[in-house]
C-alpha cells in the first residue's frame, strides 16, 4: 500500500518518498504517488509539488515527466530542514479498525514522535496491519505539513514493553482507575503515555505498570472515555504543556 494525500489539496501537492533528497536530484515515482500526480491532479511538466523524505526536511520538486504511471521530478531547493518532533511516544492497546486508524492519524497530526502498540491480556485485536496503518501516518503527515514521520513499531506484549522500559523516560499511566490529573503532572523531558484497550487494563497490568518507578498514573477526568479519545486527548493536553504548542508559529502565507 502507498499513501496518498487526500484530494483536492490547499496549496501545493506535498508527498512523502523514501529517498534522500538534495538539491538538483532526480526523483522517479511510480505506483499510487505517480497516479496522483499525473492522473488524479493532472500535473503537467513545470509543476512544482513539495516533497519530503524523513531524512533532510521538504524540498521544492519540479514536475519534468508526467507518464500515466511514472512521473519524474528534478529537485529544485530545500523549503526546510527536518523537524525537532517533541519526544513524546504513545503506546496504545491495538483496538478496531477504524478507530486505530483514526488514533494513528491524529497522533501523528499533533506530532508524537513514536507510535507503540502494546498487547494486553483485554486486547481483542489478534492481528495489527502495520502497513496500513504506516500508510495513515504518511497521509497524516503529508496533510499535516510534518517533516518527520512518527516510528512506528510492531507490536509488543505489556510485559516486555515494560521490562525494557527506559531509566529516563516518564511513563504517563491513562488509569482509569484514578491518578493525578494529567494537565498537573505533565513535566518537561522524554514521556510516553499508556492507554488500555476497550476493556481496560487488568488488576494485575494496573499494577505492574504502577511498580515501575518512571510511572505516573494519571486521570483524564471523571468520565470513561473511549481508548482513542483518551489517546488523543492525553497527546493534545501534553503537546500543550510540554511539547511544540507553547512555540508561536509565524503567520502562514
Ligand atoms: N473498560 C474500562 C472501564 O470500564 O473501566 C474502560 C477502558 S477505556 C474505554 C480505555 C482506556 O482509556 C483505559 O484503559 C485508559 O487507559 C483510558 N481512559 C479512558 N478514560 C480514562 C480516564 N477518565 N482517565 C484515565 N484513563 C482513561
Known amino acids: 500500500m502507498v499513501a496518498t494525500p487526500a484530494w483536492p489539496p490547499a496549496s501545493l501537492p506535498r508527498l512523502y518518498v523514501d529517498q534522500p533528497l538534495s538539491g538538483g536530484a532526480t526523483v522517479t515515482l511510480d505506483g499510487a504517488p505517480a497516479n496522483y500526480l499525473a492522473n ?33 521530478l528534478r529537485i529544485l531547493e530545500q523549503l526546510r530542514p527536518r523537524e525537532p518532533v517533541p519526544d513524546l511516544w504513545l503506546l496504545f492497546a491495538p483496538i478496531k479498525r477504524g478507530r486505530i486508524d483514526w488514533l494513528v492519524e491524529k497522533a501523528t497530526e499533533l506530532g508524537v514522535a513514536r507510535l507503540a502498540p502494546v498487547v494486553t491480556g483485554r486486547t481483542v485485536v489478534d492481528r495489527l496491519n502495520l502497513e496500513r496503518l504506516r500508510v495513515h501516518s504518511i ?15 510492531a507490536p509488543v506484549a505489556l510485559d516486555k514493553a515494560l521490562a525494557g522500559w527506559p531509566e529516563d523516560r516518564r511513563l504517563l499511566f491513562a488509569d482509569e482507575g484514578g491518578g493525578v490529573p494529567l494537565a498537573a503532572a505533565v513535566r518537561p523531558g522524554p514521556a510516553a503515555i499508556l492507554i488500555g484497550p476497550e476493556g481496560g487494563f487488568t488488576d494485575a497490568e494496573r499494577a505492574a505498570v504502577r511498580a515501575l518507578p518512571q510511572t505516573q498514573p494519571i486521570s483524564l477526568g471523571p468520565r470513561i472515555l473511549r481508548a482513542d479519545t483518551a489517546a488523543i486527548a492525553a497527546v493534545s493536553l501534553w503537546m500543550a504543556a510540554a511539547g511544540d504548542w507553547g512555540v508561536a508559529v509565524p503567520q502562514r502565507s
Open 40 to 72: 488524479v491532479l493532472r500535473l503537467q511538466p513545470g509543476a512544482r509539488v513539495k516533497l519530503f523524505d524523513d531524512r533532510t526536511g521538504e524540498w521544492l520538486g519540479q514536475l519534468d515527466q508526467a507518464g500515466r504511471k511514472r512521473v519524474t
Open 139 to 153: 497521509e497524516a503527515a503529508e496533510q499535516c505539513e510534518r517533516t518527520a514521520l512518527p516510528l512506528l513499531d
